[in-house]
């Protein structure tokens, strides 16, 4: 039988050692922090739930061996979200496809991460025996989305368009006022 692992609180060294891949996705409802980001209240996410935003993920780790010492512990994660953003160049919601896609290698304790952190090109997490890996996704994710969400290209402005055309309107409208004036010509006395 399959040994269960549980990604709130993950024996990352035991899981390691099984040398297995996880994955899955449940509702942003359930990352608080992320859904901030989102446009849409949490609420609104929750109500129309018939196909609640789903984040995604996949999660791998290995023990790779170090010629006279400890395995290291690394974790390779990978998620996925669709967030609703508010577009910063026509306010208008824009949808963004966020992804992140990281590595990091464990090390036993802060002063080690601390001290290796920047002759070390992946990232560096401290070994616990109960790690939430559903917390690191969602910082994962929230690094991963844009600062300024835009639209590629924005969609027209419905109400600035409907605007001008009712100004046009307005224009062909008017009375001509040379048509008016070649009216009094003709005119009879
Ligand atoms: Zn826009």
Sequence with gaps: MEKFFDLNRLNVKAFAKEGRRLDGHKSLAQFARLAELADTPVETILKDSDQPTQVSWAIQCELVPILGGDSQVWMQLQAEVDLQMQCQRCMAPVNLAVKANATFRFVSDEATA????????????????????????????????????????????????????????????????????????????
């Design 114 to 189: 601390e001290a290796e952190d920047d002759e070390s090109e992946e990232d560096l997490l401290v070994l616990t025996a109960e790690f939430n890996v559903f917390e690191l996704i969602e910082d994962e994710l929230i690094m991963s989305a844009p600062i300024v969400p835009m639209h590629v290209a924005c969609p027209t402005l419905v109400p600035m368009s409907a605007v001008d055309e009712a100004f046009e309107e307005a224009l062909e409208a008017r009375p001509n006022p040379f048509a008016a004036l070649a009216k009094l010509k003709n005119k009879p006395n």
